[in-house]
């Protein structure tokens, strides 16, 4: 493994070339590097998008899914660059990256090209559709929420939105790791990978898709509620007294009772609304019952009433307080993370057990350039000559710098 500490895992010695921006490529490598494959992240001499989404410089998309990798950058439009990458897949086990169709095409990085040069290669394209007639459009993640039905349901003041995290890119990577992982333990299984956003999103819809056709065909009708949470009753977010958010997993008959006994509230044990089909008939008075009740105690009042009657609920979490939780920071569930004099603590690869062994920090682009150049069999004229002819391009102090922060005062 060249320029990379020793990697521990089930994917040690597996060596694995990533051709990402944004997230779903990046985040599918992120977790094969935490399973001990060596990753190398090429990128263009203009950088992974993400490089510089934050004042010009990194965004914590670098800092949380690229750290532990290797970064070269190459001039993939270039015949230099690209006899690079050839020689780099021909030593390698995985290629994964998420270009547009006709960009794979034009670098020369498709599963043609690949397997010309190692044809056991796991080669696994992120896109935006799979076969069909959309399989060179372009998607990205708010689109797939768009394309399968998630935003519909994901309103505000009525408005179609998209979801805050790209749960879709992720679900895509994940996806893309376990199609990799099964491609590993069969010999005989396609090693051509195709893995749309769009098909992802439905996937992800198909409880949703199969009980909206559930409703119309018992019904003779189609049925919408309006949202997942709200269409039962006491399952949702509620404000405590002093300002804090609580929220209530109130799923079933026996869920409801302990609520009720819990808070005190006046619908304890109330036969109109044991039933959750009754309670759904009343949404709006359960609501404010639910509401009521709540905003009569503190947050620490609640929580004991809650934690007692063994009900689920969790407070809603600012993201500056939701590492302080003595949950998050057990052993093995936070990695230290150095970038650029900055410390970061990065929740791990979730089931990883035991301590955090240490490992490489994010690279700078094209930081390990020089180095895997020269683990290729380059001379070091040769080094010189891509770097100077632009065909590769190593780390120079400065590059994706973050713009100061002025002083307002």
Known sequence: MSNSQPQSGPLAGKRVIELGTMIAAPFATHILSQLGAEVIKIEPPSGDTTRSLVRGGPSGTIVAYSHSKQAICLDLTTEGGKEIFRKLAATADVVIHNLA????????????????????????????????????????????????????????DGRPT???????????????????????????????????????????????????????????????????????????????????????????????????KALDMPEDGNPDYARLRDRKKARDVVEEAVRTAVARYTFAEAEQRLRAAGLGFNEVMPLERVLDAPQARQQGKLRDVEFRGLKFEVPEFAGVPGPVAPRLPPPEIGEHTVALLRSLGYSEAETEALLQSGAAKAYQPGDFAWAPVRDKS
């Open 101 to 156: 169709p006709s960009a794979a095409r034009k670098l020369g990085v498709t599963a043609d090209d690949c397997a010309a040069v190692n044809p056991a290669l796991i080669h696994v394209h992120v896109k935006g559709y799979t076969h069909g007639p959309q399989a060179d459009d372009l998607m990205t993640n708010p689109i797939a929420e768009a394309a399968t039905g998630a935003m519909d349901d994901h309103r505000i």
């Open 162 to 260: 998209r979801f805050g995290p790209s749960y879709h890119d992720q679900f895509a990577g994940t996806y893309a790791v376990i199609r990799v992982l099964a491609a590993m333990l069969d010999p005989e299984a396609d090693r051509r990978i195709e893995i749309g956003l769009y098909e992802t999103g439905l996937h992800l819809a198909a409880r949703d898709l199969a009980g909206m056709q559930l409703k119309t065909q018992l019904l003779g009708r189609l049925e919408k509620e309006g949202g997942g949470e709200f269409s039962m009753p006491g399952y949702g977010s509620y404000l405590t007294s002093d300002g804090r958010w609580v929220y209530l997993l109130i799923l079933t008959d026996a869920h409801w009772a302990k609520l009720t």
